[in-house]
């Protein structure tokens, strides 16, 4: 589904990411573990055609997402909160997101009541996007990313700033996205949740993809013994 | 020690932001603004014994001068209330450290006493003090008045944040005020109230009962103390409650027009919900009252000031918006990049949206038409280029914005946003309709320019589709650079 080809990103000299070949294929859930700087964030605005490659190119479908928009109609992502608008109510930016993607207010409410385990008050609260705290806010990003059934997901740490219980109830959702035949990009610092949800774990250190392994029992373990400090 | 230290923390919060956000040349530009300012108010208080005698002929000029000061004084307040920043220092990090609360509160407050505009005003009142006051009275007299004016220095000063505090929701507020002074100005001019008569009088009162003198002293200490109270109010962080915005409109009815109403529909909303841009449309209102300074009899004959006033006043909304296009959205730029938006209506939005803005001012301005026969024409023909020229060129130059605008924060004194870009933009979009007209003029018949500027105009117009549709091209080229000065916060 998703290709690079000879990507690499260099800012003021310094390799920030370089990956000759990857491939995604769909149904996928692939976690992206790495520490900070590591190049994750830098990968994945790279896929979503918000920075221009140094060299090499992306690919989704076929198509280059630089040369070609067909790409947004199939994916939903959030990777900070420069993706929410601020003046919106949440209802607002939602029904905008999904007027994107032909859903109509109802099918927003729908949406929206199926997923209640997720949300506080404050996001039905007649309350601006900028004067949510982080928590939620997030949860605004996620929830708009998910909404109408995208075929690609791409999010980046989605379970920053979440509380215990919203935590669980996003690992269960994605983990039923993608037996829903979802393909998803997700990256995260909590070991846990990343080796629970994904198929197969992309580890980046300095740019440079150290690790591409199918998850498994033993993954948690592996990628623990990896970043241990000792 | 403390205040040292904390000293020490203000230089470098200064030296560290806004200062360095503008770019060298703006702040040189500034810099040379401020001082041309104080050399002429320093002029103005050194000749004005010879420019007040020979106005009142009939006065004392030192009591000419006091009466003035009244006028002075409100001008004074005015501009503070617009241009002052209340001072803040950052509490939170300092609150649990060993430092005394009313140190941390004294000592803003005491920072803003060698501020810009005491300084100007020093600057006034200064050398004709030295110059005609000192030597023309007693002694005695001169200090009472000196003291006097000190503390009506000093009470403005205070004033202006406590003002600012409680009415900067409420711009209405300096309009009316402008307004009720103005209105006192032209009753003194007209004779019907003497304010400045009795202003000087009042200071002569205070001159032959010095003990009175005590008045404008504990004045001036009542506003510091106010101003103490109120910083000190706010000082407590659970104050702070968080001020909900109440929900502005929120323009559905654009929902119907597909993809085009909807992107509208945000700029809109971005609009009128944001601090930033609503100061904007309150100026440009103010801009459509241009056309009064500039359509007396003296200027009416010269074209030059017709066509200035005709650019500004018929599109004013319209350009104001333009300016900052793509920079508006500089906060939120990714939403429009990484979703399912067609590029060509994002930009359509924004031509329609600039469309509508220019339309309504236009409209607004027609009645101009009475103080002129040709002003209708220039007007109209600057209109109809604004919308089909101009539009397309804020569209080209605005996808070379390379710095982020906070939508937040007040439009004045507010630099952000202002790169590069926006400067030279000014010179094609406002050049270009005077240098048609010099070359129709060189040509013999100078009133065609106005024809012209109409059919260039129209052809925009007409043909928008299709230029919006190259101006997309040239958008993808420069989103990524556009986008990553954005991301910088």
Redesign the interface.
């Given at each position: 589904m998703i290709e690079f080809n000879n990507l690499k990103k260099v800012y003021g000299g310094k390799s920030a990411l370089s990956v000759d070949r990857l491939t995604v294929r769909p149904n996928e859930c692939i976690g992206l573990v790495g520490n900070n700087g590591a190049g994750k964030t830098t990968m994945l605005s790279l896929i979503?055609?918000?920075?221009?490659a140094t060299d090499g190119y992306v690919t989704s479908m076929g198509n280059k997402v630089n040369e070609n928009?067909d790409w947004?109609?199939y994916?939903g992502?959030y990777?900070?909160e420069?993706?929410?608008?601020?003046?919106?109510?949440p209802m607002?930016y939602f029904e905008?997101?999904g007027?994107?993607?032909g859903m109509n207010k109802e099918d927003v409410v729908t949406f929206l009541n199926e997923a209640s385990g997720f949300f506080s008050e404050d996001i039905t609260v007649?309350?601006?996007i900028?004067?949510l705290s982080a928590g939620n806010k997030n949860k605004v990003g996620i929830m708009a990313a998910m909404m109408w059934k995208p075929g690609l997901l791409i999010l980046d740490e989605p379970f920053s700033n979440l509380d215990p219980t919203s935590q669980s109830w996003l690992k269960n959702r994605l983990k039923k996205l993608n037996n829903e035949r979802v393909t998803m990009i997700i990256s995260s610092h909590d070991l846990n949740h990343i080796s629970e949800i994904s198929s197969r774990i992309l580890l980046l250190e300095n740019g440079i993809l150290i690790k591409d392994i199918s998850s498994g029992e033993g993954t948690l373990k592996e990628l623990e013994r990896y970043f241990s400090v000792s | 020690m403390i205040l040292q230290k904390l000293l020490n923390h203000q230089w470098k919060e200064k030296v560290r932001s806004s200062f360095w956000q503008r770019s060298i040349w703006l702040n040189i530009l500034l810099g040379i603004l401020a001082l041309y300012l104080i050399l002429c108010v320093a002029s103005i208080g050194f000749l004005a014994d010879k420019i007040l005698s020979e106005i009142y002929s009939d006065r004392n000029v030192v009591q000419a001068f006091s009466g003035l000061l009244f006028y002075y004084f409100s001008f004074d307040l005015m501009m503070r209330f617009l241009l002052q920043k209340v001072p803040v220092i950052s509490m939170q990090p300092y609150l649990t450290l060993p430092i005394k609360r009313s140190t941390l509160i004294h000592y803003p407050l005491i920072k803003t006493i060698p501020g810009f505009f005491n300084l100007l005003a020093l600057c006034l009142i200064l050398p004709f003090y030295l110059k005609t006051v000192l030597p023309a009275n007693p002694l005695m007299w001169s200090v009472v008045w000196i003291i006097t004016v000190l503390s009506l220095i000093f009470i403005n000063n205070f004033l202006a944040f406590l003002l600012k505090k409680y009415f900067a929701k409420r711009p209405l507020f300096i309009f009316i005020i402008l307004a009720l002074v103005g209105v006192i100005a032209w009753l003194d001019i007209k004779g019907n109230l003497n304010m400045t008569e009795w202003v000087a009088s009042a200071f002569a009162f205070l001159e032959s009962h010095p003990a009175y003198e005590i008045i404008p002293v504990l004045l001036a200490l009542c506003s510091y103390e106010m101003a103490y109270i109120m910083l000190k109010r706010n000082s407590y962080i659970e104050e702070e409650k968080?001020r909900?915005?109440k929900?502005s409109p929120?323009f559905t009815f654009l929902?119907k027009y597909g993809?085009t109403g909807?992107l509208m529909q945000?700029e809109l909303?971005?609009i009128f919900?944001?601090k930033r841009p609503k100061s904007v449309v309150w100026l440009s209102i103010i801009f459509l009252f241009y056309g009064f300074i500039f359509y007396q009899p003296l200027e009416i004959n010269k074209v030059f000031f017709l066509v200035f006033a005709g650019f500004f006043v018929t599109s004013s909304a319209g350009l104001m918006y333009g300016q900052y296009f793509f920079a508006w959205e500089s906060?939120?730029?990714?939403?429009y990049?990484?979703?399912?938006?067609?590029?060509l209506n994002y930009l359509k939005a924004k031509y329609w949206l600039f469309f509508v803005l220019c339309s309504i001012c236009y409209i607004l301005t027609i009645p101009y038409a009475l103080f002129g026969h040709n002003i209708a024409l220039i007007n109209f023909s600057l209109f109809i280029y604004n919308l089909g020229v101009t539009s397309f060129l804020y569209i080209l130059f605005g996808t070379y914005s390379r710095s982020r605008i906070d939508?937040?924060k007040s439009q004045f004194m507010n630099y952000e946003g202002t790169g590069a870009a926006q400067w030279l933009s000014m010179i094609p979009v406002m050049g270009l309709p005077f240098i048609i007209y010099g070359l129709c003029a060189l040509a013999g018949n100078a009133n065609v320019s106005f024809y012209v500027l109409i059919a260039l105009g129209g052809l925009g117009i007409i043909f928008n589709e299709h230029i919006l549709i190259l101006l997309t091209k040239i958008f993808y080229k420069n989103k990524?650079k556009m986008?990553?000065a954005f991301?910088k916060r």
């Open positions: 979503l055609d918000l920075i221009k928009d947004k109609e994916t992502s990777l900070n420069g993706f929410l608008i601020p003046f919106l109510t607002e905008f997101i007027s994107l993607h007649k309350k601006y900028r004067d | 968080k909900i915005s929900i929120g929902s993809e909807l945000n909303r971005m919900r944001n906060s939120y730029l990714d939403v990049l990484a979703n399912r938006i067609v590029a939508l937040g990524y986008a990553v991301r």
